[in-house]
């Protein structure tokens, strides 16, 4: 089992940035595929990146491709989400989830993770 914890979220301007952290404990993070998901208010819960267990594959939501990446580095069992050129559209909660997965398949579906973090709150202001 791993418990994770985002952090790094924060209000901020249009066009502007924000660095995510998913900290993981508990298993060996290296067997882990990492994603992000966003949820805004009313709105079902969507992908937005993933990275596979050894950051080799990534995937991305059309909406941000060019302006979000996904990074990991498994000796810290930090998974960062850097978003750049932010829209008042991405405000949103933001979850990262793990699923212990060495593969590259079904990294966009929810139900793919098995652990999910607290959240943390997103906001872009006009």
């Known amino acids: 089992q791993v418990q994770l914890v985002e952090s790094g979220g924060g209000l901020v301007q249009a066009g502007g940035s924000l660095r995510l952290s998913c900290a993981a404990s508990?298993?060996?993070?290296?067997?882990?595929?990492v994603a992000w998901f966003r949820q805004a208010p009313g709105k079902e819960r969507e992908f937005v990146g993933a990275t596979s267990w050894d950051g080799g594959s990534t995937y991305y939501e059309d909406s941000v491709k060019g302006r979000f990446t996904v990074s990991r580095d498994n000796d810290k069992m930090t998974v960062y989400l850097q978003m750049n050129s932010l829209k008042v559209e991405d405000t949103a909660v933001y979850y990262c989830?793990?699923?212990?997965?060495?593969?590259?398949?079904?990294?966009?579906?929810?139900?793919?993770?098995?652990?999910w973090g607290q959240g943390t709150q997103v906001t872009v202001s006009s």
């Open positions: 508990g298993r060996t993070f290296s067997n882990y595929a």
């Open positions: 989830a793990a699923a212990r997965y060495r593969g590259f398949m079904g990294l966009v579906a929810r139900a793919r993770y098995d652990y």
